[in-house]
């Protein structure tokens, strides 16, 4: 400021003027960023059909079974295992999103809420020996799984291209001058 005294007054108005519209464009473009923040986040999870697949697995030892319910909190299907003369059961290796509502994944029979497709494989193994009887099922999705969320990159990403924009409108400023 001290150099806007010295210097025209007029053309220190219309540098201040400038400045102040450079900074206006700025907070613009920051509230468009931070507006657009929303539109990066994960959708919200949907069913196409209506319905999760569930897709049971059966090995050696034994077998499994399933029925579906539906109530106001969503899908729930009860996994029930049935061991081969010889055999018991061990666990349950479930591939996908769901929620444990009865039981836990060694009970024979458990209650889940689905919130995606899920893989079942019942475990067995020879009464009296040690292990199971099958290996656990192997994730055979063609699809990669997710890793990370990108959000914060894209974030940073706008925010620098915004700072860059800023940078260059003061550099036009001052060579106004």
Known sequence: MSSCVLSDSNACLKGMIYMK????????????????????????????????????HNQNGGSGSYTEQWDKDGEHVTLKAHPNNGFTFTKWVIDG??????????????????????DVTPQFKKEGGSGSAVSPSQNTSPESPKTGDSTPLVITLISLSVLALGAVGVKLAVSKK
């Open 21 to 56: 519209k450079i900074f206006a464009v700025l907070i613009a473009a920051l509230i468009v960023v931070f507006a657009a923040v929303p539109a990066f986040a994960s959708p919200s999870p949907t069913k196409s059909s209506g319905k999760y697949k569930v897709t049971m």
């Open 97 to 118: 999103d769901y929620e444990i509502v009865k039981g836990k994944l060694t009970d024979d029979e458990i209650v889940l809420k689905l919130k995606s497709d899920i």
